[in-house]
């Protein structure tokens, strides 16, 4: 079983819609959990990071983390085509800058 | 801000033949991680330098490949000789020693025919 999971999609949505990316993990030590944008061609580009439990905002992203259940959630509002990318989640453990990546998530946003 | 540099940006060589990578990190940045990026793939880190010193080389195939980092700025990562499966985008990316939030280059894509 890998430490992070990661539906690989792809995902089409029409612009507009709610995205809804998701990871689950399985290391119950993981504490820092971000999530990075790539798009064709160029590096992750850090999107959002959050430490331990709850909810983070950002314009039209939120992040969420549920340690409970070993989950992360991006949403992002009124997707835009600029918004077509690959989503990666990433988390790490405390004292630790190791980052453990998903497979990331092929979104499309179709005008 | 300057990013993370990295070249080339792409590489073509055939098995067998070597190949080397460079990076120069955002300035200040102690730590600087490399990643290899297979396709379809998150990223997998390959080596962690902090300053100078290596932090975390336990998934560096040290048979063939070989990094440094001098003077705790610039790094190059070395593959020697090249195999197929080594065929993936390796990128550069540092920090700040503390929380993990790294700051990724564009990537080298290494083709081995």
């Known amino acids: 079983q890998k430490e992070v999971e990661q539906d690989p999609g792809p995902l089409s949505v029409p612009e507009g819609a709610i995205v809804s990316l998701n990871c689950t993990y399985s290391n119950s030590a993981f504490q820092y959990f971000m999530w990075y944008r790539q798009y064709s061609r160029k590096g992750p580009e850090l999107l959002m990071y959050?430490?331990?439990?709850g909810n983070k905002e950002d314009g039209r992203f939120t992040a969420q983390v549920d340690k409970s259940s070993k989950y992360i959630s991006l949403f992002i509002r009124d997707s835009q085509p600029s918004d077509s990318a690959t989503y990666l989640c990433?988390?790490?453990?405390?004292?630790?800058?190791?980052?453990?990546f998903g497979t990331g998530t092929r979104l499309t946003i179709i005008p | 801000e300057a990013g993370v540099a990295q070249s080339p940006r792409y590489k073509i060589i055939e098995k067998r033949q070597s190949v080397a990578f460079w990076c120069n990190p955002i300035?200040?940045?102690?730590?600087l991680y490399w990643y290899q990026q297979i396709l379809g793939q998150g990223p997998k880190l390959l080596i962690q330098f902090q300053n100078n010193g290596v932090v975390d080389d336990s998934q560096l195939p040290k048979d063939r490949f070989s990094a440094e980092r001098l003077k705790g700025v610039d790094s190059t990562l070395k593959i020697q000789p090249a195999k197929l499966e080594d065929s993936a985008v390796y990128l550069c990316?540092?920090?700040?020693?503390?929380?993990?939030?790294?700051?990724f280059g564009p990537g080298t894509r290494l083709t081995v025919l």
């Open positions: 990433a988390m790490s453990d405390f004292g630790n800058e190791k980052l453990t």
């Open positions: 300035s200040g940045h102690a730590t």
């Open positions: 959050t430490y331990s439990s």
């Open positions: 990316a540092s920090s700040l020693v503390g929380p993990p939030r790294q700051f």
